[in-house]
């Protein structure tokens, strides 16, 4: 008990929040943010195909531990930057608010520029918009993915101009044109390649059902942006707190030193 006693208990900081003012869900900025927004996704889609060949492991537990670290580190990254926007949006709106507080005039664009709780999922699923449309459509038409015939033989080229074999072998040299199915397939994979390293290429059923699903995958970098932007109010309180923490510290340091100099008394002039 004594030991108990002795030990000090921290004393809670008390978090400073500052008003700030609220802004729209959508602004004038909205339309660029959507633009980077999708840039950004086509950026993790050329990730995702550099590193498809690196992370498909025959073992499942190592398939579903890499391309998971993958997943959550994309995730990571868009919550990051949806963290960012809200912050700046937060921040807007505490300026916008010392301003109409002191008597001047607010822009109409700049109101609406400051932090509202949508506008990070509005743009995180505007931004997505026609990925989700591709997955739609390859969900709507999606079909059990089959081997094909493969490559004739070489050995067996000189035969094909046998009139009695030729017939049966020109199967092999036809080809099948890629249809709209077979273009979705390529940007949809493209977009959700670590889900598809997790199910596996040989894995058809498995493929036929995340599919007809993608639309949700690639709907988790839009969820994340908007859970980030959300996180600016903790964010800019935060740093309010950190402020004032440091301001009573240094004051607390100033009459620590105060008090040590009038304990010492006045210095002696020789």
Known sequence: MEMKKKKKTKKSVKPVVKPFMKGTAVDGGTIKSVALFFGSLLLVMLANLLLSAVLVWDNLALRLLFNGILVLAIGLLFLQSGASKGTAAVNQGEIMLQRQEAGREVNAEDRRSCYHPLKGYIIGLL????????????????????????ALPSWLSSLQRREEIGGALAFYSQ???MQLEDMLRVVVRMCIMPFVNMVGATNADGLLTLERLSALPMLLPALFYGI?????????TQV?????????????????????????????LN
């Open 127 to 150: 931004g997505s918009l026609p990925y989700v449309i591709c997955c739609l459509m390859l969900a709507a038409t999606a079909h059990r993915v089959v081997s094909g015939m493969g």
């Open 228 to 236: 980030g932007y959300q996180q600016g109010v903790r964010v800019r």
């Open 240 to 268: 309010h707190t950190d402020i004032a923490t440091g301001k009573r510290k240094r004051a607390r340091k100033a009459k620590k030193q105060q008090r040590a100099r009038a304990a010492k008394g006045p210095e002696q």
């Open 175 to 177: 080809t099948t044109p």
